[in-house]
């Protein structure tokens, strides 16, 4: 299999070692000590009970025997699509251990995400929950990858004996994340096991992972926060318990936190909203709840307060990317900067800038482009030669598209946004993706897709289309037609003549977006105008 990945300079990489950073281990190895230790030790609960890190450890293992007997070996890239159980957690340690590298796809995408993956990547499997959703994506997808199995026929399968040894490990590829982008096909992240296990553990440390924390998953586990900032991989690596929730809502979690005791659990934003004003409504004090991490998207400091006021728990935000840096705010923090910044970065070998727009340094506390580089973040997408070139400077550093300044105590203020993306409450929209797919549609002459404020998800997506006789709801039919996630669907559509140009001939979004707020929409009407169109 030819992996496409852009390594760490050799001497770079020899430090890293050298300094314990990057250990050569594989990720599966993270159990074994458990295992031993703390065998009945709850690691995983979901819908169908609690396992103990013994039996989560002996499972994984028969299911990379399992992979293996379905052909599945060393390197190859294997689509994973799943809710939040034990199969997804399974499945993932068994991959690793065979060292075949998991595509870490979301619930939510459909056909043209998961078909675009597979071709991508040369993928020799999608595996798939059961749901009928992901089981229709699987036959829609069958001519662009050899193999797709539902995961129930994976961890299933106990016809073999455990596979013990662990194939890869350190510089090689552990797993693909999903990259929220701002170009027309989405971005993959290469991940080695040596960054994603050092970024796995330096969160456990800064969030005090121990064998008594309780983690609730209530985010789709697929995504990197979810996942690894701590996390379900920080949780285990740490020997505490992951509690799956099957979905994000009040009800849902409330009675899992009140049944497991969870002592932590990480949101978006407009998530926290929700449980916010489902609380304050129920007078819910979750009496197990430490902490509750949010990220993904700015929380306003209103709401920050609010966490700590209502629920009674310590906030902890949390500011980090796929691609690699995460900033935490730490727990003894002072209120203030628990409140209004987006934390430290987790780990003294992270390497930020603030620049200018000719990537020029700028002073202490002056907004500006911010850059990253260090032991967890990456220095090149996978197969993606020509958007490196942009996506990175030459000496290394990945450029997040996030405007930020640094306060004089050292944390990371995100002010705004650079690039062409919406943040739709936490899941990010790369414009030039929704445009392109409009584009296709032969009435549509022009379209630019842009971020309006919104006062549940912070923002959301209207299409301002050049289009003769469209409706709203043809545009969207477009796009549905085509087997994008439901999230990527445009929340207004707004029809124009003509879109304003910059004075080199881009379309001006700033001056789209101004001239949005100054329409009939109100900021407060924004959704239920998406709901009137629908219907139109
Ligand atoms: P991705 O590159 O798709 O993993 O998305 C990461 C991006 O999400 C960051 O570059 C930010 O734009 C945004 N983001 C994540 N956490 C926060 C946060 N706490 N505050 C503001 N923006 C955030
Ligand atoms: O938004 C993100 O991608 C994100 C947010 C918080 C992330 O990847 C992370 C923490 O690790």
Redesign the pocket.
């Known amino acids: 299999m030819n992996v496409t990945f852009t390594p760490w300079p050799d001497e770079i990489a020899h430090r890293y070692r050298q300094e314990g950073l990057w250990t050569g281990e594989n990720i599966a190895e993270v159990l074994e000590r458990h295992a031993v230790e703390r065998p009945e030790h709850p690691a995983v609960i979901d819908h169908n009970g609690g396992i103990g890190y013994a039996e989560l450890t002996h499972s994984a293992k028969v299911a990379a025997s399992s992979l293996h007997a379905h052909g599945i070996r060393r390197g190859d890239i294997v689509v994973v699509q799943s809710a939040n159980d034990r199969s997804y957690v399974i499945v993932l340690f068994a991959l690793f251990r065979l060292g075949a590298i998991p595509v870490c796809a979301l619930p939510a995408q459909r056909e043209a995400e998961i078909g675009y993956f597979c071709r991508h990547t040369g993928a020799a499997a999608y595996l798939h929950s059961d749901e009928a959703v992901h089981t229709r994506i699987a036959q829609a997808v069958t001519t662009d990858v050899g193999l797709t199995l539902p995961l129930s026929r994976i961890t299933g399968d106990s016809d073999h004996s455990p596979y013990d040894e662990t194939g890869a490990g350190g510089a090689e590829l552990a797993l693909l994340q999903?990259?929220?982008?701002s170009t027309g096909v989405p971005k993959l992240i290469p991940r080695t096991h040596d960054d994603y296990l050092y970024s796995v553990r330096i969160a456990a440390r800064v969030c005090r992972v121990d064998t008594d924390t309780r983690y609730l998953c209530a985010l789709p586990v697929a995504h990197?926060f979810p996942l690894s900032s701590p996390g379900v991989l920080g949780v285990l690596y740490g020997g505490g318990t992951v509690v799956m929730a099957p979905d994000p809502s009040p009800d849902t979690c409330f009675r899992l936190i009140d049944t497991h005791r969870v002592t932590m659990t990480a949101l978006v934003p407009a998530l926290a909203k929700v449980w916010l004003s489902a609380a304050k409504h129920r007078a819910w004090k979750p009496a197990s709840l430490q902490v509750l991490q949010v990220?993904?998207?700015?929380?306003d400091s209103a709401d920050a307060k609010k966490v700590e006021d209502v629920l009674g728990v310590r906030l902890q935000?949390?500011?980090?990317?796929?691609?690699g840096l995460v900033c935490y705010t730490r727990h003894d923090d002072p209120d203030d900067i628990v409140h209004t910044t987006?934390g430290l970065p987790a780990s003294a070998w992270d390497e930020i800038r603030i620049v200018d727009d000719n990537d020029v340094d700028l002073p202490s506390g002056v907004d500006g482009h911010l850059l990253a580089r260090g032991p967890y973040t990456i220095r090149g997408y996978y197969r993606a030669d020509e958007h490196n070139t942009v996506a990175f400077t030459t000496d290394g550093y990945y450029r997040?598209?996030?405007m930020a300044r640094i306060t004089p105590s050292g944390h990371i203020v995100?002010t705004g946004?650079a690039k062409d993306q919406i943040?739709r409450g936490g899941e990010?929209i790369a414009a030039a993706e929704v445009e392109e797919r409009l584009r296709t549609h032969p009435a549509v002459s022009d379209v630019a897709v842009i971020a309006v404020p919104d006062p549940e998800l912070g923002e959301r997506s209207c299409a301002v289309c050049v289009a003769d006789g469209l409706s709203a709801k043809e545009v969207r039919a477009h796009l549905r037609k085509q087997g994008v996630a439901a999230y990527k669907i445009p929340d207004l559509v707004r029809f124009t003549d003509r879109l304003p140009q910059t004075a080199v001939g881009k379309v001006d979004k700033m001056r789209l977006r101004s001239e949005f707020l100054q329409s009939d929409t109100t900021r407060l009407a924004v959704r239920e105008a998406a709901i009137q169109e629908d219907h139109r």
């Open positions: 999903l990259s929220g982008g990197n990220g993904g998207a700015r929380i935000q949390v500011f980090g990317m796929a691609e987006q997040t598209g996030d995100i946004r943040n990010k």
